[in-house]
């Protein structure tokens, strides 16, 4: 074994949980791989994107909001409920979001994950490149590297951390996690429009670098189960339809003519009107939530990010990002604790799964474990959206006739369509989902 | 006063839209479909589900193409027969996302 092939740390995957994890790895003085398989970190990887709670990078470099490539933060968040020719928004907007460390901020991945691997690399990580890990290597029951594809491809550590993205075929054959079903994994498809700075602070109400995040259900993505996003960079729009795969080959559509419908919805097409595509994009998303999770650790190994499924797909929250980070962070201070102790067994390790759970990561998922099923509940989808923009509309119209009170009005609308009984039920369910 | 009627959604050729993605196209195909089982397959997801459009079927028999692959693995999820063998292209190789 050459020495150059031996590692105190092998990180698979650039991307926010594997350079949070191989920058704080590196600044410990350890000797750590960043393995990414596309030309630059960020190649491969596709998000809305908002990122979350940046404070949690912030933390870790100071310089973090001169020189960090976001795009605006958000101070304005919008829920629409569309209709098939009627939208219904909430429309929340806050100054307190307006200062650091920001709420959310607004990022493009090829640029902001090439960044956060810079860090990693300026703290002494070596960034790999252009490389494919095909498989882990085994000591008896133990990880102890992985083989590359390519001559000479075996490289070694006593801890390897898999933070290989969604697919995580290391996860699989590690034995970790199982086979996915369409259920639980969604498609996002996405495109970025170019429309001016000087637009987007016009047609969005936005000043100087503030930003909006906007999410749309119901007829976003017709009969399909899913949502709908439109999130506001510095002079462009990410905006796109995120699917549950079941569904999209039960209804046999394709999410692509889903977007299009999107973007050409009465309620959407004045925002995206002479927008200029720069790119296309997809990017398949584990939402199935807590029930997704694989096993995190074994001897040698642990699973971060995507990887281990840690996204919080949970009805008016969609956030991935900030959980890569900070479970990439927990594996790092798991993997320097077993580089302290020459110890890198299951039960070491299983320390990561622990700090998991003091944390925001596994208590948000299990706190709202719940909320996926009821996200994709068939009313919710189809129904309500457009009941709710009807009740809207018999409340508003105004025809010179007398009128009914707005209690009456709205029951006669949801009635016709819905029984008192499946309103009261699922009404519980939404309340046990997300409120209480 | 304008009258604002739904207008037939116009839907835009995917291919048009995978002009706008770069590829560095590997000669080494990343995906291959066992085709046989396709061939009595009456949902064919993949057909419906690839956010590229790679498949379809012609004839009766199943074509794909992988050189504008978007490489999310959606097919091979949705494929009820796994019939769809899926890896990463070689390092470097495939999609580059730059503007999203």
Known sequence: MHA?????????????????????LARAGLRVALIERGEYPGAKNVSGAVFYAPGLLAELLPTFWDEAPFERYITRRVLTFLGKESAFSLDFRTRHFATPPYNGVTILRPKFDRWLASKAVEAGALLITSTVVDDLLYEGERVIGVQCRR???????????????????LAKKAGLQREFSAEEMSLGVKEVLRLGER?????????????????????????????????????????????QIASLAQQRVRPY????????????????????????????????????????????????????????????????????????????????????????STATLTGYRKRLEQSFVLQDLQRF????????????????????????????????????KLGSTILATLRCKVSLWTLLRDGWQAGRALFF | MQQIASEPVVMQPIEERLELVRFKVDKRPHIRVHT?????????????????????????????????????????????????????????????????
């Open chain 1, 151 to 169: 001559d000479d491809g075996a490289l070694y550590a006593p801890v390897v951390i898999a933070a290989d993205g969604a697919n995580s075929f």
């Open chain 1, 369 to 404: 474990r719940l909320t996926p099923a009821f996200v994709n509940n068939e009313r919710l989808q189809n129904l309500y959206p457009e009941l709710l923009c009807q009740a809207a509309e018999q409340v508003f119209r105004s025809e010179g006739r007398p009128r009914k």
């Open chain 1, 257 to 344: 003519e889903l977007l299009d419908r999107f973007k050409q919805h009465p309620a959407v097409a004045p925002l995206v009107r002479d927008g200029v595509t720069l790119e296309y994009s997809a990017h398949m998303i584990p939402e199935g939530g807590w029930q997704l999770i694989p096993r995190l650790v074994r001897a040698g190994l642990l699973v971060a990010g995507d990887a281990a499924a840690l996204v919080f797909a949970a009805g008016i929250f969609l956030e991935g990002m900030n959980f890569a980070v900070a479970s990439g962070l927990a594996a790092a201070e798991t993997a320097l604790e077993a580089h302290r102790h020459g110890d890198f």
């Open chain 1, 199 to 243: 637009t987007i602070e016009e047609r969005f109400n936005l000043t100087g670098d503030e930003g909006m995040a906007s999410e749309y259900v119901g007829e976003a993505t017709g009969s399909v189960k899913g949502g709908a996003f439109l999130y506001t960079n510095r002079d462009t729009l990410s905006l796109g339809v995120i699917v």
């Open chain 2, 36 to 100: 046989e089982a396709c061939r009595d397959c009456d949902l064919t997801p993949c057909v419906y589900v690839c956010p590229a459009g790679l498949f379809e079927i012609l004839g009766g028999e199943m074509h794909f193409s992988y050189e504008h692959c978007l490489e999310c693995g959606t097919c091979y999820v949705a494929c009820e027969r796994k019939a769809i063998e899926w890896d990463y292209p070689r390092g470097g190789w495939g999609v580059s996302f730059r503007a999203s």
């Open chain 1, 4 to 24: 150059q092939q031996q590692f105190d740390v092998i990180v698979v995957g650039a991307g926010p949980a594997g350079s949070s994890a191989a920058l704080v």
